[in-house]
T-cell receptor, first 110, second 117 residues
Framework: GNSVTQMEGPVTLSEEAFLTINCTYT??????LFWYVQYPGEGLQLLLK?????DKGSNKGFEATYRKETTSFHLEKGSVQVSDSAVYFC?????????FGKGTRLHILP | GAVVSQHPSWVICKSGTSVKIECRSL??????MFWYRQFPKQSLMLMAT?????????EQGVEKDKFLINHASLTLSTLTVTSAHPEDSSFYIC?????????????FGDGTRLSIL
């Protein structure tokens, strides 16, 4: 079936550190892939997306590249800020349904 | 951009009470909406797909008599948690399918935190 696996958190980093959150997926065909962010007490916000192989999604300094050969969509940011502290969900779209990973909680220390 | 409004944002009620949560698409018509449930520090689990003018489609393991979904118009879907008990306490999030070709497949509400005493 379709599923998303992402690294477990929490991930704790110092401000300005480099961030990687790993995400791999299992799906038939080539689904669209997404990263969502959830700030404390809030709903979900789309962070970035990629719809086909080798696409790179980017937003607010975050990037992720759709890697078909490794079925991965790792999230990266070169220099994190305290305001990036949140829960990040990797997700795929199949038949109009979004399937989420378990989420990775990110703590950025000043 | 498209906005989905969810109401209420927080509700606390006694065990045995039924609670209704509304999900509205504010500037577009949503023939399909989705209801998710999120337990603390866990992912979103799809509960059901709500289709305007027809019965909702529930995911495996979700009690349809417990979680009543009504999608009576193109801009409103409601989730009613019937005879709620403490184990129903959770964060419920709705989303609306975007068929306008926008930037994202679904637009999410801000969620409803339900606490059953």
């Amino acid at each position: 079936g379709n599923s998303v696996t992402q690294m477990e958190g929490p991930v704790t980093l110092s401000e300005e550190a480099f961030l990687t959150i790993n995400c791999t997926y299992t799906a038939t065909g080539y689904p669209s892939l997404f990263w969502y962010v959830q700030y404390p007490g809030e709903g979900l916000q789309l962070l970035l997306k990629a719809t086909k192989a080798d696409d790179k999604g980017s937003n607010k300094g975050f990037e992720a590249t759709y890697r078909k050969e490794t079925t991965s969509f790792h999230l990266e940011k070169g220099s994190v800020q305290v305001s990036d502290s949140a829960v990040y969900f990797c997700a795929l779209l199949r038949d109009d349904k979004i399937i989420f990973g378990k989420g990775t909680r990110l703590h950025i220390l000043p | 951009g498209a906005v989905v409004s969810q109401h209420p944002s927080w509700v606390i009620c006694k065990s045995g009470t039924s609670v209704k949560i509304e999900c509205r698409s504010l500037d577009f018509q949503a023939t399909t909406m989705f209801w998710y449930r999120q337990f603390p520090k866990q992912s979103l689990m799809l509960m059901a797909t709500s289709n305007e003018g027809s019965k909702a489609t529930y995911e495996q393991g979700v009690e349809k008599d417990k979680f009543l979904i009504n999608h009576a118009s193109l801009t409103l879907s409601t989730l009613t948690v019937t005879s709620a008990h403490p184990e129903d306490s959770s964060f419920y999030i709705c989303s609306a399918l975007d068929v306008t070709g926008g930037n994202q497949p679904q637009h999410f509400g801000d969620g409803t935190r339900l606490s059953i005493l």
